[in-house]
Structures are given as structure tokens and as C-alpha cells.
């Protein structure tokens, strides 16, 4: 079946740091890839996505580019902010039915 | 707009009971709402799909009879937890997404649920 894999954390970077959270997928079909973005206390946003081959979403800063050839959908930004400590979210929504299928989440804590 | 309510936010509850849980779009019709439950440090796992008027499709694994899940109208679906048990402690999600015929949804602030 469909899945999604990401980087574990807790991911640790310093306030201009570059970051990239990598992901990966497997699933039949043409899916469509997000990322969500989790705030403390807070609901799940759309952070971006992407919908097809080489499309790249972008966001905030934030960007990510779907790659079939790899199966991948890394996010990456080039210089992180404090306030981008969050927990970052990839996931797919299969052809077949418009569930989100999540990865397990990656915690981004950016310190001054 | 697309926004996403989740009540309460917060339910503790002793072991036995039904608990409540409400979603409601505040200013769109959802056609289809999703319900996640998200345990600490995990991710997101679909619980059941739910279209306004009909019965919710529920994931592999997912007791129908324990997660009570209604769908009465376009602005308001409702998961009961029957007879909650510690086990059932988590973290419940909704969501929603304006029709059938799109990926993107909008996801509630989420539902803590302990079960003493």
C-alpha cells in the first residue's frame, strides 16, 4: 500500500541555518504530495504541495519539488527562523481516494 | 476561510464512558470529513472517512461500533468514543475538504482525550 517515509528527529539548527527534511514515498499511481506544518498547540496547516511530476510547492520560504524518479518530496529552506520550530508532516493523497496518508513527523526546534 | 472546529479540545473522562467529540466547518460545506487519531511522537492514522448523509467508511482495524461517527449535515460531523478505556487515550483529528473532488483539506485544532 501506499506510504511515506521522513526523516526522523528531533532536528536541531540554529537561527539562518539551511534545512532540508527529507521524504520519500511509495505508492501506485500519480499522487499528490504535501507537506503540513503541526505548530505547537496548534491544528495541522498546509504548508505546501504538489500535484504532479516536477512541480515544486513553495511556501513561507519553504520549498519542495516532486520527484518521481526518486520518489521523493524533501523540503528545504535556506535560512530557518525561530519561528519555524514546528513539526513538519509529508504526505500523499493517492489517486484512489482523498485520504492522507502521513508520515510520522519531523520536530524542528531552530534556537537564536 | 476554511476553517476548522474542534469541541472540546480537551475531555478527560473515567473508564465506562461515551465521550463526544465535535467538528464543524465554520465557513465551508464539507462534503467529505476525515477523522485522524495521532498518538504522542506518531503520526497521523486515518480512522474513517465520512460523506454528508452515509454511513462513514472505516480503516482496517478501526472498531465501527466503538467509534461512532456521524455525518448529519455539511457543516457538522461527530465521533463518539463508546465506553472509553485508557487505551483509547490520544490525540483525535478531524478534518475536512470541501468536496469530493479535491486533495486538499482543512484540518481541525485536534481533541485530547484521557480516560482515567
Known amino acids: 500500500g501506499d506510504s511515506v517515509t521522513q526523516m526522523e528527529g528531533p532536528v536541531t539548527l540554529s537561527e539562518e541555518a539551511f534545512l532540508t527534511i527529507n521524504c520519500t514515498y511509495t505508492?501506485?499511481?500519480?499522487?499528490?504530495l504535501f507537506w503540513y506544518v503541526q505548530y505547537p498547540g496548534e491544528g495541522l496547516q498546509l504548508l505546501l504541495k504538489?500535484?504532479?511530476?516536477?512541480d515544486k510547492g513553495s511556501n513561507k520560504g519553504f520549498e519542495a519539488t516532486y520527484r518521481k524518479e526518486t520518489t521523493s518530496f524533501h523540503l528545504e529552506k535556506g535560512s530557518v527562523q525561530v519561528s519555524d520550530s514546528a513539526v513538519y508532516f509529508c504526505?500523499?493523497?493517492?489517486?484512489?481516494?482523498?485520504?492522507?496518508?502521513f508520515g510520522k513527523g519531523t520536530s524542528l526546534l531552530v534556537t537564536p | 476561510g476554511a476553517v476548522v472546529s474542534q469541541h472540546p479540545s480537551w475531555v478527560i473522562c473515567k473508564s465506562g464512558t461515551s465521550v463526544k467529540i465535535e467538528c464543524r466547518s465554520l465557513?465551508?460545506?464539507?462534503?467529505?470529513m476525515f477523522w485522524y487519531r495521532q498518538f504522542p511522537k506518531q503520526s497521523l492514522m486515518l480512522m474513517a472517512t465520512?460523506?454528508?448523509?452515509?454511513?462513514?467508511?472505516?480503516e482496517q482495524g478501526v472498531e465501527k461500533d466503538k467509534f461512532l461517527i456521524n455525518h448529519a449535515s455539511l457543516t457538522l460531523s461527530t465521533l463518539t468514543v463508546t465506553s472509553a478505556h485508557p487505551e483509547d487515550s490520544s490525540f483525535y483529528i478531524c478534518?475536512?475538504?470541501?468536496?469530493?473532488?479535491?486533495?486538499?483539506?482543512?484540518f481541525g485544532p485536534g481533541t485530547r482525550l484521557t480516560v482515567l
Open positions: 465557513d465551508f460545506q464539507a462534503t467529505t
Open positions: 504526505a500523499l493523497c493517492s489517486n484512489s481516494g482523498y485520504a492522507l496518508n
Open positions: 505508492a501506485t499511481g500519480y499522487p499528490s
Open positions: 504538489a500535484t504532479k511530476a516536477d
Open positions: 478534518s475536512a475538504s470541501r468536496s469530493e473532488a479535491t486533495d486538499t483539506q482543512y
Open positions: 465520512s460523506n454528508e448523509g452515509s454511513k462513514a467508511t472505516y
